[in-house]
């Protein structure tokens, strides 16, 4: 069973910068994709990035490009998410996602991914 925990959530304004964290654990290799999701109060859970297992495609939600960077380490089973300029509408818990089988096909969709992390409150002030 993998399991993913996220970290580095916080209250912080705008303008300001977070790095989210995720710790995967329970598999014997990091051959798999890595998400990032999101779920705003009274909104749908939506896409903000993935990094494929070795790092070579990235995909970003338009509403963060350019200020939202995803990285990660696989010798420590570790996804990163470097958020600058945070927006009051940045304001979500934010989901660690990792697919069953190494590539999802789709990054974009909840779907196909089979483990999510328990979540991160992120709250930017404005």
């Known amino acids: 069973q993998v399991q993913l925990v996220e970290s580095g959530g916080g209250l912080v304004q705008a303008g300001g910068s977070l790095r989210l964290s995720c710790a995967a654990s329970?598999?014997?290799?990091?051959?798999?994709?890595m998400g990032w999701f999101r779920q705003a109060p009274g909104k749908e859970r939506e896409f903000v990035a993935a990094i494929s297992w070795s790092g070579g495609s990235i995909y970003y939600a338009d509403s963060v490009k350019g200020r939202f960077t995803i990285s990660r380490d696989n010798a420590k089973n570790r996804v990163h998410l470097q958020m600058n300029s945070l927006k009051p509408e940045d304001t979500a818990v934010y989901y660690c996602?990792?697919?069953?089988?190494?590539?999802?096909?789709?990054?974009?969709?909840?779907?196909?991914?089979?483990?999510w992390g328990q979540g991160t409150q992120v709250t930017v002030s404005s």
């Open positions: 329970g598999r014997t290799s990091s051959a798999y994709a």
């Open positions: 996602a990792a697919p069953a089988a190494g590539d999802p096909g789709d990054y974009y969709s909840d779907y196909v991914y089979d483990y």
